[in-house]
Antibody, heavy 125, light 113 residues
């Protein structure tokens, strides 16, 4: 059974780059069955999809964040990573990594399951 | 982007009573090639990640109690809890995965009356 765990700094300064890593256990990140994604939730607010990456390296990003987001995969470590540049206080949120199955019909990610426990990232000087 | 709108924003229901949460999408999430509705429901409790309850609009995830059910098609969907238990207090989200970006509803907070 897949398990995901986020790691990275809990505090990032404004204008700097937020970097998080998600470690996958219980399965291979090179599997053609899965997309690997990031979702965030500002304190007291709803869920926002950031982006997802397929094992082949194909990526989909939220257009609202696309200019600042990079998601990559490290198959040697069974990890995938998120980089969000030029952060502001509005990027303060709990960041989740999550898995989606690949949908044969649409080619896109399906629902998100499982999720990591989440990590709070605060943007502040 | 497909906009997902849930109603109500909050709901108070007595223990043992039925709870109904609605979700409306700004365009159909029914994929004609496979006749499936690309709609999921999640339950979120404080300090925990969202938990998948329902996918394909009406398929219950393994281990989810059968008091939870999903229905609807096209643009209008419903999550029903047939007999509310204390452990069901949570925020519930719908999510469409018809296309990219996948989008979530704003959430419905469910409490005990």
């Amino acid at each position: 059974q897949l398990q995901l765990q986020e790691s990275g700094p809990g505090l990032v300064k404004p204008s700097e780059t937020l970097s998080l890593t998600c470690t996958v256990s219980g399965g291979s990140i090179s599997s053609s069955s899965y997309y690997w994604g990031w979702i965030r939730q500002p304190p007291g607010k709803g869920l926002e999809w950031i982006g997802s990456i397929y094992y082949s390296g194909s990526t989909y990003y939220n257009p609202s964040l696309k200019s600042r987001v990079t998601i990559s995969v490290d198959t040697s470590k069974n990890q995938f990573s998120l980089k969000l540049s030029s952060v502001t206080a509005a990027d303060t949120a709990v960041y989740y990594c999550a898995t989606s199955t690949y949908d044969f019909w649409s080619g896109y990610p399906n629902w998100f399951d499982p999720w990591g426990q989440g990590t709070l990232v605060t943007v502040s000087s | 982007d497909i906009v997902m709108t849930q109603s109500p924003d909050s709901l108070a229901v007595s223990l043992g009573e039925r709870a109904t949460i609605n979700c409306k999408s700004s365009q159909s999430v029914l994929y004609s090639s496979n006749n499936k509705n690309y709609l999921a429901w999640y339950q979120e409790k404080p300090g925990q990640p969202p938990k998948l309850l329902i996918y394909w609009a009406s398929t219950r995830e393994s281990g989810v109690p059968d008091r939870f059910s999903g229905s609807g098609s096209g643009t209008d969907f419903t999550l029903t809890i047939s007999s509310l238990q204390a452990e069901d207090v949570a925020v519930y989200y719908c999510q469409q995965y018809y296309g990219t970006p996948p989008t979530f509803g704003q959430g419905t907070k469910l409490e005990i009356k």
